[in-house]
């Protein structure tokens, strides 16, 4: 996306919400190279993006939350519209704060990891507010709303020290220059409305697993590739699979295991085994948790060949359409 393809709403020059006292002195002038400001390479879909020659872009991939936008209106169940925990108490609960450079996955949790994308030191820069995000409604939105993420996850001094650390944020990162920084952010936003950040950051922590579910079900993004993977596909091993979706059964078979232990006890008293209702309910249990057993196995087995069916299917259209338009020398949509 280049200049003259932005969105038509951001017609007017937007004002940058920074202080034009860059935090980072005295390492500020490095922020003057645009060429350090940018990943050295990335991709769309199956395009190689230069992001030094396409800088709009590279800059929608860095800030902008698409697919978290597209189910916002299911977000309430993945999350609270609450400020994320601070990084100090992300630790105390035993979580691991893994690096994303992704902003979809930004504050996204799963068990005891949770993802966090660093804070780009462009977003610290006022002239670069100037000269590029306040030119874009969009791309303004998500920046705010990823600077005021940042003021949820760095409220003290301890802190700041996990953000360094980690590398969330530069090391070159003093806290007074931080507390007044994030002091002139808030006084240039509506914290009660969150009208000036996107709408992804109406919402905190979001669960993983809950996203999945979303992402497989939920009608704007229903797909079959989608139900396969849903919003964030984890291990690519079958065991991997099998043991996060169907680890219940074994456990529903350890608790008929032990009914059935009952009945035989049963069945050896010499009350029990005259009584012909008790006879037919343990005939009728051992028949049905006989023909369970048989059924989980087929349904397990039939949705493994299904997944291998299709990612075999998947992997083998994908590789004809790479090498067609690679012999025709088309570029990836």
């Known amino acids: 996306m ?6 038509d709403s951001s017609a007017k020059k937007l004002t940058p919400l920074v202080s034009k006292t860059n935090p980072l002195d005295p390492a500020a002038s490095t922020l003057h190279n645009r060429r350090a400001l940018y990943p050295a390479i990335t991709f769309k879909g199956g395009k190689v993006l230069r992001p030094n020659r396409e800088p709009w872009t590279s800059l929608a991939l860095e800030l902008k939350t698409p697919r978290l ?3 916002h209106q299911h977000l309430w169940l993945a999350g609270l519209p609450a400020a994320a925990r601070p990084l100090h108490r992300q630790k105390l609960l035993g ?6 450079e992704d902003p979809d996955e930004h504050l996204v949790w799963f068990e005891l990891d949770i993802f966090i994308k660093p804070l780009p030191d462009f977003l610290l820069d006022w002239n670069f507010w100037n000269d590029s995000l306040c030119l874009d409604q969009g791309l303004h939105e998500a ?4 600077l005021l993420s940042y003021a949820w996850l760095v409220r003290h001094k301890s802190d700041l020290d996990i953000a360094k650390e980690l590398g969330l944020l530069s090391k070159n990162m003093e806290w007074s220059k931080w507390v007044e920084f994030i002091d002139t952010f808030l006084d240039n936003i509506n914290c009660e409305t969150m009208s000036d950040v996107n709408k992804r950051y ?6 993983l697993s809950r996203l999945n579910a979303i992402y ?3 009608p ?8 396969v993977r849903g919003y964030q596909s984890g291990s690519t091993w079958y065991r991997a699979f099998f043991e996060r979706h169907f680890k219940w059964i074994l456990a529903g078979f350890a608790i008929v295991s032990v009914l059935l232990s009952a009945l035989q006890v049963g069945l050896a008293t010499s009350m029990l085994q005259s009584n012909g209702s008790f006879q037919s309910a343990s005939y009728g249990f051992t028949i049905a948790y006989l023909v369970a057993v048989v059924t989980s196995v087929i349904v397990v087995f039939l949705v493994w060949l299904g997944l291998f ?7 083998w259209r994908n590789d004809r359409a790479v090498n067609c338009r690679r012999l025709a020398g088309v570029s990836f949509p």
């Open 2 to 7: 280049d200049r003259g393809t932005r969105n």
């Open 69 to 71: 936008n597209d189910i």
């Open 95 to 100: 979580r691991n704060i893994l690096v994303t």
């Open 143 to 146: 920046a705010c709303g990823l």
């Open 202 to 207: 109406k919402y905190g922590e979001l669960r």
């Open 216 to 218: 497989r079900l939920a």
């Open 220 to 227: 704007p993004t229903y797909s079959l590739r989608n139900l």
């Open 309 to 315: 069916c299709y990612h075999l299917l998947v992997t």
